[in-house]
């Protein structure tokens, strides 16, 4: 997924406390939102169990999102032409805090 797509989704919950960003990703019909939901749930855990913070005063302090590799591929047109499809992919970093 391109991270001009993601983005958009991104700028929703920064800066929200994590049980309000899990809504809000919870009800968006975006692709994007099940990704982020994700990588938000692995930071909570991370939080949780590796510096022993309290779930409840967590908030997204940042998260950016940067242009991956683009994968290039081929679309077969009419008369042996060839078009390229570029797929894009992305990188997000969560980080949370209290």
Known sequence: MSAQKVRLVADEIRGKS??????I??????KASKLVKKCLESAIANAEHNNGLDIDNL????IYVDEGI???RILPRAKGRADRISKRTCHITVKVGE
Do not use: G, H, M, P
């Open 25 to 30: 990703l919870t009800f968006s019909n975006l």
């Open 18 to 23: 994590v049980e309000r960003a899990l809504d």
């Open 59 to 62: 908030k997204v302090t940042t």
């Open 70 to 72: 683009t994968l290039k």
